[in-house]
T-cell receptor, first 120, second 113 residues
Framework: GAVVSQHPSRVICKSGTSVKIECRSL??????MFWYRQFPKQSLMLMAT?????????EQGVEKDKFLINHASLTLSTLTVTSAHPEDSSFYIC????????????????FGPGTRLTVL | GENVEQHPSTLSVQEGDSAVIKCTYS??????FPWYKQELGKGPQLIID???NVGEKKDQRIAVTLNKTAKHFSLHITETQPEDSAVYFCAAIPGHSNYQLIWGAGTKLIIKP
């Protein structure tokens, strides 16, 4: 099956610093990747959608200058939380869809294990 | 836009009994309906999905039914086991969407031993 990894799984940082989270598709070409955040006991909230080689499309209310998304290759997308503050503390999850060889995987999305960000 | 409602928010069943979680959607053009299981501190895992041209799909103890006319779909888990305890999310992809999932609020399933 298609596998998505995320790194790091947990990160604790001081307020004002920037944090980069990596999302990798291990065995397929991720033409589209999604970034979500999830607060405790809530559903997933889509932050942005990115297609390989294009600028990300951000959801309403998500600051593009604060949450920088790069999807420069078919296997890697990064989310950088710039000048993080305690209210940015959350569980960040990526997902991906695309192709495995000639087989289209969409619309199924494959999720990473998530990254727990704590900003002190 | 598309809206997905999920019920109940919490479901407690005796081990061995069946569990049913229901979702309704608003966009009649929605064409893909996945169900995800999320354990504490982990990412969601797809457990079953159904497309709009199918009414029912089964995979061992798990089944999903879709009623396009009524715009609702349900997850059925039979012979529940302790490891089924988790939060379950339904989702839908609207007809116009670039694979963007619209999520239900989630159901916390508790299996009582």
């Amino acid at each position: 099956g298609a596998v998505v990894s995320q790194h790091p799984s947990r990160v604790i940082c001081k307020s004002g610093t920037s944090v980069k989270i990596e999302c990798r598709s291990l065995d397929f070409q991720a033409t589209t990747m999604f970034w979500y955040r999830q607060f405790p006991k809530q559903s997933l909230m889509l932050m942005a959608t990115s297609n390989e080689g294009s600028k990300a499309t951000y959801e309403q209310g998500v600051e593009k200058d604060k949450f920088l998304i790069n999807h420069a290759s078919l296997t890697l997308s990064t989310l950088t939380v710039t000048s993080a503050h305690p209210e940015d503390s959350s569980f960040y999850i990526c997902s991906a869809t695309g192709t495995s060889g000639r087989v289209a995987l969409d619309p199924e999305q494959f999720f990473g294990p998530g990254t727990r960000l704590t900003v002190l | 836009g598309e809206n997905v409602e999920q019920h109940p928010s919490t479901l407690s069943v005796q081990e061995g009994d069946s569990a049913v979680i229901k979702c309704t959607y608003s966009d009649s053009a929605s064409n893909y309906f996945p169900w995800y299981k999320q354990e504490l501190g982990k990412g969601p895992q797809l457990i079953i999905d159904i497309r709009s041209n199918v009414g029912e799909k089964k995979d061992q103890r798990i089944a999903v039914t879709l009623n396009k006319t009524a715009k609702h779909f349900s997850l059925h888990i039979t012979e529940t086991q302790p490891e089924d305890s988790a939060v379950y999310f339904c989702a839908a992809i609207p007809g116009h969407s670039n694979y963007q999932l619209i999520w239900g609020a989630g159901t916390k399933l508790i299996i009582k031993p």
